[in-house]
């Protein structure tokens, strides 16, 4: 496989996977072990960055109209609970980094995490069916998915959006759509930072040698896709449970722990 086609589908690859609940940083290992290529930090924080763009560009109208209106109580409520679900995530980010906490490169915990996630989205669903649908972010919501983001950073094959969707759903917003809605705002603040910190470190490490072409083209990749699948997922959820995530994730880590695991 040329170098050209394996940067293409590992953008192609974090553009499904980032806003998805199955797990971008898993599939992302999976596919380098599968002989896509290791690629640097680097290069995984700037495709990263591309599907960030791309959810940017898709709720701009949503985020000018929180910024822009500020004043209306409905606007300033949601806006401060997406900065207080950020701020908690940002804290908790600084102590687990000052703790040195380091993700795994290994199949195992990616394997089980998609198992247990998996199991839990089910559950999830299920429970969310016999609450009454409500749309309302509340503070408990606010809270737990901030601390939620910080889980799924932590255990690899968790999956961000899934944690913060499931999070939000079992804490009262029983509605998908405005629980994934309100996911993806604070994933954007989140993720910008995250990538920014990460970005900033490579730099002042001076560990920067990059084919800037490849990365490119493989930010371009991740953009387009990533805009493409949020567009089609926003459309699907209004009609459709994420149960088939569910099964996808279960299968794939059953998948992982007979083929793979042995050798990881």
């Known amino acids: 496989m040329s170098n ?3 940067v293409i589908l590992l953008g192609v690859i974090e553009g ?5 609940p199955i797990s971008s940083t898993g599939h992302l290992l999976i596919a380098e072990r599968l002989g896509l290529g ?3 930090e680097l290069f995984n924080i700037v495709i990263q960055a591309g599907a960030i763009l791309a959810i940017t ?10 910024l822009s209106k500020v004043r209306e109580p409905e606007n300033r409520d949601y806006g401060l609970k997406l900065l207080a679900a950020f701020s908690i995530t940002a804290v908790l980010g600084l102590v687990v980094k000052k703790l040195g906490f380091e993700l795994p490169e290994t199949i195992t915990p990616v394997a089980w995490a998609l198992i247990i996630g998996g199991f839990f989205m089910i559950g999830a669903e299920w429970l969310a069916a016999r609450q009454p649908k409500s749309s309302k972010i509340t503070w408990p919501v606010a809270i737990i998915v901030g601390v939620s983001q ?22 009262g917003t029983s509605d ?3 629980a994934t809605e309100f996911s993806f705002l604070v994933g954007i603040p989140t993720m910008y930072a995250a990538s920014g910190y990460a970005l900033l470190k490579q730099l002042k490490a001076g560990d920067v040698h990059e084919n800037w072409t490849d990365v490119s083209i493989a ?17 699907y959820i209004r009609s459709h449970t994420f149960n088939v995530f569910s099964a996808y994730r ?3 880590g059953v998948l992982l722990l007979w083929l793979l695991a042995p050798g990881s």
């Open 4 to 6: 050209l086609l394996q």
């Open 16 to 20: 499904i996977t980032e806003f998805l």
């Open 38 to 40: 290791q690629r640097s």
């Open 57 to 66: 560009i898709l709720y701009w109208t949503r985020i000018w109209g929180i």
């Open 150 to 171: 910080i889980i799924a950073g932590v255990f690899p094959g968790t999956s961000r959006s899934g944690a913060t969707i499931f999070s939000a759903m079992l804490s």
């Open 176 to 178: 998908r759509e405005a």
């Open 219 to 235: 930010f371009v990749a991740s953009t387009v896709t990533a805009f493409v699948v949020v567009r089609w997922l926003m459309q």
């Open 250 to 252: 279960i299968a794939l």
